[in-house]
């Protein structure tokens, strides 16, 4: 007979070897040493449209010689402006990141040298510069046109200070950057417009291929990849009508990112997407276990509210102590905001992806864009609307941790015993 104090379906397994593999990461595989050397010349290819700074222009270059992806900034001046992605320079970088005037030109053979996948990644850059541009030219207002390129195609270049502080106090900033929510909305509309047909293996490649497709688009940003993966492998799971084991999923992709790349682990971005993620599989299904199947059948709106709620909470718990130790701030209202932001981010993406098609609904996106502008900001003037100063040491996250990690235990073994009351 089962112990009735026992927890259902705890997950320690999965989460034991994620621990595992991670102090591998960190103790075992020692820092990757190829390094091409400051004043040596060597061959490179523009890996990232140029993004204009003040006296230079900032790019991420690929060395050949070692593969390396390096950040540079190559001093500005009428020959470096014309460079593009895709481009094949032989360059002689100095303090590991600068190009001089003098310290590149044009030739070299390393285009034929990258893999595919980074062939197929630069033209995707691309791409995208192209739909931002036609963004640029459909939409007049700055700050519009700023959001919708954050968005919908994670260009972030354009926002201004006010609009990141505007997204940040109110704990939207999670909009901002492109994540699982973009691209579970993508794939919710892919799948609905297969009617019903998702069990199909051509169906479901299609979906998938988009939805690789338009995470390429925007740079493969870890969120993205993260989520990417996790709906591939919830695709293949749903062709043969199998239980979706969430948490397995979820240690399986941070395993994989992290043994093709393992400097992920120190990303913020990496860890503020897994640990939102970690807990709205955690705690969500706690959550849901205290109201009854039936009132959620009844009552469609308020259960779309609760739900948007538990997931709002959860993701808190889970990232909370991780961004007052990176960013120094908890926003109190982040669940009045996500009630807005979430339904309007939705609306946002599908006018704006539509807008590429039929120019017309771009107007949508753009009115959209206005009102979630319009609503942060007036959130912003609400009493308390964020506790700044927050400085906590490692110690101490680890700590709200234990804590996270001792709430959850007690809601499990308290539901595990209620069901045998």
Request: glycine content about 6%.
């Given at each position: 007979?089962?112990?009735?104090?026992?927890?259902?379906?705890?997950?320690?397994?999965?989460?034991?070897?994620?621990?595992?593999?991670?102090?591998?990461?960190?103790?075992?595989?020692?820092?990757?040493?190829?390094?091409?050397?400051?004043?040596?010349?060597?061959?490179?290819?523009?890996?990232?449209?140029?993004?204009?700074?003040?006296?230079?222009?900032q790019a991420f270059l690929l060395?050949?010689?070692?593969?390396?992806?390096?950040?540079?900034?190559?001093?500005?001046?009428?020959?470096?402006?014309?460079?593009?992605?895709?481009?094949?320079?032989?360059?002689?970088?100095?303090?590991?990141?600068?190009?001089?005037?003098?310290?590149?030109?044009?030739?070299?053979?390393?285009?034929?040298?990258?893999?595919?996948?980074?062939?197929?990644?630069?033209?995707?850059?691309?791409?995208?510069?192209?739909?931002?541009?036609?963004?640029?030219?459909?939409?007049?207002?700055?700050?519009?046109?700023?959001?919708?390129?954050?968005?919908?195609?994670?260009?972030?270049?354009?926002?201004?200070?006010?609009?990141?502080?505007?997204?940040?106090?109110?704990g939207a900033s999670h909009v901002?950057?492109?994540?699982?929510?973009?691209?579970?909305?993508?794939?919710?509309?892919?799948?609905?417009?297969?009617?019903?047909?998702?069990?199909?293996?051509?169906?479901?490649?299609?979906?998938?291929?988009?939805?690789?497709?338009?995470?390429?688009?925007?740079?493969?940003?870890?969120?993205?990849?993260?989520?990417?993966?996790?709906?591939?492998?919830?695709?293949?799971?749903?062709?043969?009508?199998?239980?979706?084991?969430?948490?397995?999923?979820?240690?399986?992709?941070?395993?994989?990112?992290?043994?093709?790349?393992?400097?992920?682990?120190?990303?913020?971005?990496?860890?503020?997407?897994?640990?939102?993620?970690?807990?709205?599989?955690?705690?969500?299904?706690?959550?849901?276990?205290?109201?009854?199947?039936?009132?959620?059948?009844?009552?469609?709106?308020?259960?779309?509210?609760?739900?948007?709620?538990?997931?709002?909470?959860?993701?808190?718990?889970?990232?909370?102590?991780?961004?007052?130790?990176?960013?120094?701030?908890?926003?109190?209202?982040?669940?009045?905001?996500?009630?807005?932001?979430?339904?309007?981010?939705?609306?946002?993406?599908?006018?704006?992806?539509?807008?590429?098609?039929?120019?017309?609904?771009?107007?949508?996106?753009?009115?959209?864009?206005?009102?979630?502008?319009k609503a942060l900001d007036t959130?912003?003037?609400?009493?308390?609307?964020?506790?700044?100063?927050?400085?906590?040491?490692?110690?101490?996250?680890?700590?709200?941790?234990?804590?996270?990690?001792?709430?959850?235990?007690?809601?499990?073994?308290?539901?595990?015993?209620?069901?045998?009351?």
């Open positions: 007979m089962r112990n009735p104090l026992r927890p259902i379906n705890t997950p320690l397994l999965p989460v034991a070897i994620l621990l595992v593999v991670v102090i591998v990461v960190i103790k075992v595989i020692g820092p990757d040493d190829q390094r091409v050397p400051d004043g040596q010349w060597t061959e490179a290819v523009v890996a990232s449209v140029p993004a204009d700074k003040p006296k230079t222009l060395l050949t010689e070692t593969g390396e992806r390096r950040r540079c900034y190559i001093w500005k001046d009428e020959r470096s402006q014309q460079l593009k992605a895709g481009d094949n320079l032989m360059v002689c970088i100095s303090d590991g990141q600068f190009v001089r005037w003098d310290g590149w030109q044009r030739g070299g053979d390393g285009w034929n040298d990258i893999s595919h996948l980074q062939r197929l990644r630069i033209k995707a850059l691309v791409l995208r510069e192209h739909l931002l541009q036609r963004i640029r030219m459909n939409v007049d207002d700055d700050e519009a046109q700023a959001l919708i390129a954050a968005m919908v195609l994670g260009d972030k270049s354009a926002l201004s200070r006010q609009q990141y502080d505007r997204f940040n106090m109110t901002l950057a492109l994540s699982g929510l973009h691209l579970s909305i993508i794939y919710l509309l892919l799948t609905r417009l297969t009617l019903g047909r998702r069990r199909s293996w051509l169906i479901q490649i299609l979906v998938l291929t988009a939805v690789w497709s338009y995470a390429l688009l925007t740079g493969l940003p870890t969120s993205l990849v993260r989520a990417a993966t996790m709906i591939t492998v919830y695709g293949l799971f749903s062709l043969g009508g199998r239980r979706r084991a969430s948490l397995n999923v979820l240690c399986f992709t941070a395993i994989i990112m992290l043994l093709f790349d393992r400097s992920a682990l120190f990303d913020v971005g990496f860890q503020l997407s897994f640990m939102a993620m970690l807990g709205i599989l955690l705690f969500v299904p706690l959550m849901e276990s205290w109201v009854s199947a039936r009132w959620m059948m009844e009552h469609r709106i308020l259960s779309w509210v609760l739900s948007l709620l538990m997931v709002s909470v959860a993701a808190q718990m889970g990232t909370a102590p991780l961004v007052a130790y990176y960013f120094g701030r908890f926003s109190t209202w982040f669940l009045v905001t996500n009630i807005i932001v979430i339904p309007l981010t939705t609306l946002l993406l599908y006018a704006a992806l539509a807008s590429f098609i039929l120019p017309v609904i771009g107007s949508v996106a753009v009115a959209v864009a206005h009102v979630m502008n959130m912003t003037t609400w009493p308390l609307a964020s506790v700044e100063g927050l400085h906590p040491s490692v110690l101490q996250v680890a700590m709200c941790y234990v804590v996270v990690a001792a709430v959850y235990v007690l809601l499990t073994y308290s539901r595990a015993s209620a069901r045998y009351r």
